[in-house]
């Protein structure tokens, strides 16, 4: 059956056509990925993508070079979704585009870099970008096509402006999906542990045994050390204007996108889940992270923490409201609360704002969000992403390189 | 179907806060969701989302939703009254207590000036 004829079906969609890559994996979008590795190559880096359709932009600004930060544009790099890379640096910086490059080839796919000071200013160095990603776009035509259904998906779910609904619907329907997701073979991730204070025992208790509990365990507390240090706790004015009154409160709506199945494992930024099942994604910084500064997430971080977990398509649950995309993998936008759905209707993928309104049950929201996620996986835009939003956030941070035996740290 | 302009949800059983699911009049509310009593009575006005009390609340007492207690009573609250910043405390966040209680924006501090 061909896409069209799929998406007129909409309700019987079981398989669609995806790419295949040579490390095995599929993915939902053949893009060309450039990559910036300076600030100072940013503008010439847009540049290049500008008006290409397919082709995405990510980068890091910093002069001086971060393991954490190489690490996570690797594993977008050779995401399932990527096809190809161009890697655009100054010419001054620690991070080199051409290193880049050469572990992208390893993986088996198109790769180039370049220093812009070897080429020349903005206009010459953007269009013998625009060359090279021409070629690199031909050369991934060809990439060979494969049956995909749900159980070849790896799905990401965060949370962001959040308010009441999130946590009475948004955030359940999410659950429920990720619970299907998991029956049929798939892969769910959910992270924002700095979301989860207030809950070690409840998250404990969901392990599959007691090696992945003590894991938690240990993922739990180095949370609640870094929130305590740091003095930042994740709720913001507008969670407070929309009704949540604590971040225990705020971290149990949160909680609820995980469904009720066993967790797996926990990953630390750009590891790969090893097998199916639910994965809980850990992004908060490892001991010395005093020494890059502190942040607390923002959503746009968040969602590429995500998608370099593998995640061809991640889910986004709103409350307040948000208009956030991200590059690589396409974003699905939910909102538990009819009104933001209404309001910013351009920008809202799924209303389970519905389900409050006793127009349809949890079960039934779920399988629709499903059904949405198959749609999209099988070649039709997401909102954000027919918007043409393609943020990202790659901050100077430290995560201990977690040990091969950890995941599939390639 | 159970049918009013007051509606508020109960997630769990053990809850002693209902959740506003439109803009509430003081009044009687209908409660949906997991709830004990199938209504309550409202006292004063509760913004869409906000949480009001379903019993009289002693200092100190557990505020509870998803059946957890998601805070402590800062002052008694009587059963009907929006709960929210200004009456109950995180067992975490120690700032939250002190947050505007309809914008959430910070009240401490000369940060602007």
């Known amino acids: 059956m061909s896409n069209s004829q799929n998406l007129t079906t909409a309700s019987t969609i079981r398989s669609w056509q995806g790419y295949l890559r040579s490390d095995g994996r599929k993915g939902v979008r053949n893009l060309v990925l450039v990559i910036y590795t300076v600030e100072c190559a940013s503008f010439v880096a847009q540049a290049i993508a500008k008006d290409e359709p397919d082709v995405h932009v990510i980068g890091f600004p910093g002069c001086y070079d971060n393991a954490y930060a190489i690490r996570l544009m690797l594993s977008l790099a050779r995401h399932p979704n990527v096809g190809a890379v161009l890697s655009v640096g100054l010419g001054c910086e620690y991070t080199q585009p051409h290193k880049i490059a050469e572990v992208v080839r390893e993986s088996g796919r198109p790769a180039e870099g370049f220093f812009i000071q070897d080429i020349g200013g903005t206009t010459t160095s953007t269009e013998h ?22 159980s070849d998906l790896t799905i990401g779910c965060e949370c962001g402006g959040s308010d009441a609904t999130s946590g ?11 619970d299907r997701l998991v029956e049929q073979g798939g892969t769910a991730v959910f992270e924002e542990v700095v979301e989860l204070i207030g809950l070690k025992e409840i998250l404990a208790n969901r392990a599959k045994d007691a090696d992945v509990r003590k894991t938690i365990e240990a993922t739990y507390d180095k949370a609640m050390s870094y929130c305590q240090q740091v003095q930042q706790w994740s709720t913001s004015p507008g969670n407070f204007a ?39 994604l850990d992004s908060v910084p490892d001991p010395h992270f005093m020494q890059h500064g502190y942040t607390n997430a923002n959503d746009s971080e968040g969602i590429l923490d995500l998608i370099a977990t593998g995640a061809q398509i991640v889910l986004f649950v709103t409350g307040r409201g948000s208009v956030i995309g991200c590059p690589v993998a396409p974003l699905i936008k939910i909102t538990g609360n009819t009104q933001t759905y209404e309001k910013l ?12 309104q006793d127009e349809l049950t949890l079960d039934d929201a779920a399988d629709e969000l499903l059904q949405l996620i198959s749609q999209v996986a099988s070649g039709k835009p997401s909102k954000p992403e027919a918007l043409g939003h393609r943020e990202f956030f790659i901050p100077y941070k430290h995560q201990d390189t977690p040990p091969l035996t950890i995941g599939c740290r390639s | 179907m159970k049918t009013s302009n007051n509606r508020a949800f109960v997630i769990n059983v053990a809850d002693n806060v209902a959740t506003a699911l439109s803009d509430l009049r003081p009044g009687e509310c ?9 209504s309550a009575q409202v006292r004063g006005d509760i913004r869409s989302g906000h949480k009001f009390a379903l019993v009289d609340l002693k200092v100190g007492d557990a505020i509870i939703k998803y059946g957890v207690a998601i805070g402590y009573a800062s002052v008694a609250i009587e059963c009907g009254i929006w709960v929210h910043l200004h009456n109950v405390q995180s067992q975490f966040d120690e700032r939250s207590g002190t947050l505007d209680g309809e914008t959430g924006a910070p009240t401490e501090g000369n940060v602007y000036v």
């Not at chain 1, 090279?132 to 995909?148: A, D, K, T, W």
């Not at chain 2, 209908?30 to 199938?38: F, K, P, S, T």
């Open chain 1, 129 to 150: 970008g625009k060359q090279i990603v021409n070629r690199l776009r031909q050369e991934i035509e060809s990439v060979p096509r494969v049956s995909m259904q749900l």
């Open chain 1, 345 to 356: 209707r351009e920008d809202m993928d799924f209303n389970a704002g519905r389900v409050l």
């Open chain 1, 168 to 178: 009475l619907v948004g955030n359940p329907v999410v659950g429920r999906a990720f």
């Open chain 2, 30 to 38: 209908v409660l949906v969701g997991d709830a004990v009593h199938e």
């Open chain 1, 242 to 280: 929309g009704g949540l009154t604590t971040i225990e409160e705020k971290s149990l709506g949160a909680f609820a996108k995980s469904g009720s199945r066993p967790i797996e494992g926990v990953i630390k930024v750009s590891e790969q889940p090893d097998h199916a099942g639910l994965w809980l």
